[in-house]
């Protein structure tokens, strides 16, 4: 299922360049204010994860975090839904390569190419989806590359490596101002910019829902409801 989403998605949600619709410009730029952290058995908890994978991942979201403001539960918690979906439960750092019918038009010649700026034989694979939300395509490795202060052109494999599988969703986020959508508890709207429609929907509702019960504890009245 996760060969070729990317192109299946119309581009729409791992294309850095432009704001969502109906989400206000953040100007692709990660800010430094720092956010609020997780441990991996919170984090296990949120995202329905066996608390081994929770640990090996944990401290780049922690990092993501502190670049995007992760400042709340319900930001956290829209994160966990959104990469959590994407990744199969923060298994894949990287898209499945077939290549299946979709992942040929990666190659130059197409147009798909040409909007992923894959100009060499090889490309496609070469550059090819890895991270939290899958970057994809030499353009987009480069913006990577040029925001984030690492050569993903030269060393593509990093990507999927932390601290930049997390901190690449980050930039993504960012770009797209997706905390804007957190602050409303909207997983739909979210979802739409990160999908580019609402496949898996129900899913990432469910997947909400489980991070905001473990994120936010129930209180004293509810306790004793």
């Known amino acids: 299922a996760l060969a070729g989403r990317a192109a299946a998605a119309g581009l729409a949600w791992w294309l850095f360049s432009g704001a969502a619709s109906g989400a206000p410009d953040a100007g692709?730029?990660?800010?430094e204010d720092g956010g609020m952290h997780l441990d991996a058995a919170t984090l296990a908890r949120a995202a329905d994860i066996p608390l081994a994978r929770a640990d090996s991942v944990i401290d780049g979201l922690n990092a993501m975090a502190?670049?995007?403001?992760?400042?709340s539960p319900q930001r956290w918690a829209?994160?966990?839904?959104?990469?959590?979906?994407?990744?199969?439960?923060?298994?894949?750092?990287?898209?499945v390569w077939g290549p299946t019918a979709p992942q040929l038009r990666y190659e130059p010649g197409s147009s798909l190419a040409r909007t992923l700026?894959?100009?060499?034989?090889?490309?496609?694979h070469t550059y090819r989806g890895r991270g939290w939300i899958e970057t994809t395509g030499r353009a987009n490795y480069a913006r990577a590359s040029a925001a984030l202060g690492h050569d993903f052109i030269g060393s593509p494999d990093d990507l999927a490596q932390d601290p930049w599988c997390a901190l690449s969703a980050g930039l993504f986020w960012t770009d797209h101002n997706l905390a804007a959508f957190s602050?409303?508890?909207?997983?739909?709207?979210?979802?739409?910019?990160?999908?580019?429609?609402?496949?898996?929907?129900?899913?990432?509702?469910?997947?909400?829902?489980?991070?905001?019960?473990?994120?936010v504890p129930p209180t004293?009245?509810?306790?004793?409801?």
């Open 78 to 95: 829209m994160v966990v839904a959104q990469l959590g979906h994407e990744s199969g439960s923060f298994r894949y750092r990287s898209e």
């Open 28 to 31: 692709g730029a990660l800010p």
């Open 220 to 225: 004293a009245m509810e306790i004793s409801a």
């Open 117 to 124: 700026g894959n100009t060499d034989a090889g490309d496609g």
């Open 183 to 215: 602050d409303l508890g909207d997983v739909d709207a979210c979802t739409r910019v990160v999908n580019g429609g609402l496949n898996g929907a129900q899913d990432r509702r469910d997947r909400y829902a489980t991070a905001m019960a473990a994120l």
């Open 66 to 71: 502190d670049a995007c403001e992760l400042n």
